[in-house]
């Protein structure tokens, strides 16, 4: 009996705790239209709640300061009114608006804990603070569409926080790396079964469950799955086309703010070219500039044009004079074969007229030699002759 209140005195508290926990996630979550929008409470352990004063001497200018309890971000999972893309802080990311620019993402923060989220009436949060966030996301791939083994599409995502900053103080970013820190995770369905071969960014979807939870942990690392800093991302160079996380789309799911602009990944060829050229059509309209990409492409590329053209002409010329000479000799070789099979066949007739000759006479001495003597003639004896 007492071994067995020991051990519920040691077990309650971490039930207690995974209850709290439970508890908690399933308040952070509150439906403004069933299947179709939900507002999302994320506690930032690591991150104060920042309080706006506002300064009476400077106009409607606020100062922030940081409080002594943790602030949590509200993030907006929406479905457009055609149930095809999926709307975050009003920023589509199922699927992407570009597919090599992941959306940029800001989310209001608040001081209330998920309780009192819970029990909030009002959910416009306007008047609180405004930060940048950097992410991790995880998508599926919307390029490509149904087949003919699976024409459903339920689509998973899961979001999660890895850095804070706010715009108003340059410089100023958190990093959320607590294991602590709870990540998103958003379920969405299909209305209905689909054709194959049918796009999956064409089929309206529905949101069937969101779910908040604590970071997966990873055993190697001692840290979690999906948590990294930006300088422990593999370096990107010019010589990648896109500098991608992944191989498939959509290509990145590490989002770090300073890494992406309106032109793709920053140190990529993608990103230098699409740089330029933007740049190009900002200068000189877009008009102008394909012309004068067409002059400068002329230009550069006339030269390369005609010396492959003059190194292409150069070898046909040599294929053509070998065969031309390949031809005389064998020409050549078929003339002298001619008189040599003439005076082969000259000379083997007259070889073949000598052998038959021989050939005769061979018979006739070797037909007699072969034969033997014939025996001596020996006379039989009667028997009368015998007997007197």
């Known amino acids: ?31 403004l239209e069933a299947e179709r929008s939900v507002l999302v409470h994320l506690a930032t352990p ?36 055609d149930n095809r893309t999926l709307l975050l802080n009003d ?27 819970a029990h909030r009436i009002r959910t416009n949060f306007s008047g609180f603070p405004v930060m940048d966030l950097d992410y991790y996301i995880e998508t599926p791939d919307t390029t ?6 699976n024409m459903k599409y339920n689509p998973r995502i899961r979001l999660d926080i890895l850095r804070a900053s706010i715009p108003s103080l340059p410089g100023y970013s958190t990093p959320l790396s607590s294991n602590t820190q709870n990540q998103i995770w958003v379920w969405l369905e299909d209305l209905s079964a689909h054709l194959p071969n049918t796009l999956y960014s064409s089929i309206p979807l529905r949101i069937g469950r969101v779910k908040v939870s604590r970071r997966w942990l990873d055993a190697d690392s001692q840290g979690t799955t999906t948590y990294k800093t930006l300088k422990s991302l593999k370096t990107c160079y010019i010589w990648s086309w ?30 230098f070219l699409t740089t330029r050229w933007g740049n190009l059509v900002g200068l000189m309209g877009f008009g102008q500039a394909i012309a ?97």
């Not at 051990?7 to 705790?17: G, K, S």
């Not at 589509?92 to 989220?117: D, K, N, V, W």
């Not at 490509?144 to 083994?149: L, V």
């Not at 033997?372 to 002759?385: D, F, G, L, N």
Request: charged content about 25%; overall charge negative.
């Open 242 to 271: 896109l500098c991608a996380d992944i191989d498939n789309y959509p290509y990145y799911e590490y989002i770090y703010r300073q890494n992406f602009d309106q032109y793709g990944k920053k140190g990529s060829m993608r990103h």
């Open 46 to 81: 690591d991150l104060y709640f920042l309080m706006l004063i506002r300064n009476v001497g400077e106009g409607n200018e606020r100062d922030q300061i940081a409080t002594q309890y943790p602030g949590a971000f509200i993030f907006n999972f929406t479905l457009t009114p």
């Open 91 to 117: 920023e589509p990311i199922l699927p992407r608006a570009h597919p090599h620019i992941p959306a940029p993402l800001r989310a209001h923060q608040t001081g209330e804990s998920a309780t009192e989220f």
């Open 292 to 388: 004068w990409l067409v002059v400068c492409g002329s230009m550069v590329l006339s030269p390369v044009a005609y010396a492959m053209f003059r190194g292409v002409k150069n070898v046909v010329e040599v294929y053509r004079k070998r065969a031309q000479e390949v031809d005389e000799w064998l020409e050549e070789e078929e003339v002298e074969g001619l008189l040599n099979d003439d005076r082969y066949i000259e000379d083997f007739e007259e070889l073949e007229k000598e052998e038959v000759a021989e050939g005769k006479g061979g018979e006739k001495t070797s037909v007699e030699e072969s034969l033997p003597p014939p025996p001596p003639y020996i006379p039989m004896k009667t028997e009368k002759s015998s007997t007197s």
């Open 1 to 31: 009996m007492a071994i067995f209140i020991r051990f519920l005195l040691l077990t309650l508290p971490l039930v207690a705790d995974v209850y709290a926990n439970e508890e908690s996630t399933s308040e952070a979550v509150k439906w």
């Open 144 to 149: 490509t569409g149904t087949s003919i083994y």
